[in-house]
């Protein structure tokens, strides 16, 4: 497989539940993120990863727990949702360098909180 | 933190049509992108611009990179239905590698 994997590729949970988003990227990249994708809103950064470590984390509520094993998984740990976290999440990988880069995305996970 | 304005918010085209959309900004950016969504799915890259004055194209999209490194446009030629979707520019302000600033997205329909 090659690009940005992300599972499951849609996610119906309720408030009390606790589920947990993957991603998997296979580009060698040293840096993954976290993005939420609500409807009629910007793209909004959650999490930063570098080389396994997390550089930064956008005011994110708790509920909300990244996990990075290793450079190319990433994780997205859910517990006690509210309805307004239903959005599609995004992950997203880079490699750095000089002058900038792109980011890859996976499809994202369409998470409905209920 | 840096904002990235985008314009049109949406556009209602028929097919055939050209189209134009471009972003600003009011500091100076290293790298522009222009990114494609369709629904459903994440933001695919289009275009990637490094210099200011870049004109790249592919296929019928065709990119560049201001001269003041402020802004950028993206034209699509001859838009047919797939063409639906949101466009984002986006782009690494100066001073920084890190953390990419994406616009509010131009959401693109495509009539027949």
């Known amino acids: 497989e090659t690009g940005v994997t992300q599972t499951p590729r849609h996610l119906v949970m309720g408030m009390t539940n606790k589920k947990s988003l993957k991603c998997e990227q296979h580009l060698g990249h040293n840096a993954m993120y976290w993005y939420k994708q609500s409807a009629k809103k910007p793209l909004e950064l959650m999490f930063v990863y570098n080389f396994k470590e997390q550089t930064e984390n956008n005011s994110v509520p708790s509920r909300f727990s990244p996990e990075c094993p290793n450079s190319s998984h990433l994780f997205l740990h859910l517990h006690t949702l509210q309805p307004e976290d239903s959005a599609l999440y995004l992950c997203?990988?880079?490699?750095?360098?000089?002058?900038?880069?792109?980011?890859?995305f996976g499809s994202g996970t369409r998470l409905t909180v209920v | 933190g840096q904002q990235l304005n985008q314009s049109p918010q949406s556009m209602f085209i028929q097919e055939g049509e050209d189209v134009s959309m471009n972003c600003t900004s009011s500091?100076?950016?290293?790298?522009w992108l222009w990114y494609k969504q369709d629904p459903g799915e994440g933001p695919v890259l289009l275009i990637a611009?490094?210099?200011?004055?870049e004109l790249t194209s592919n296929g019928r999209l065709t990119a560049q990179f201001g001269i003041t490194r402020k802004d950028s446009f993206l034209n699509i030629s001859a838009s047919i239905p797939s063409d639906v979707g949101i466009y984002f520019c986006a782009g690494h302000p100066t001073g920084t590698a890190s953390k990419l600033t994406f616009g509010t997205g131009t959401r693109l329909q495509v009539t027949l």
């Open positions: 500091s100076i950016f290293n790298t």
């Open positions: 611009l490094y210099k200011a004055g």
């Open positions: 997203a990988s880079s490699q750095e360098r000089r002058g900038g880069y792109g980011y890859t």
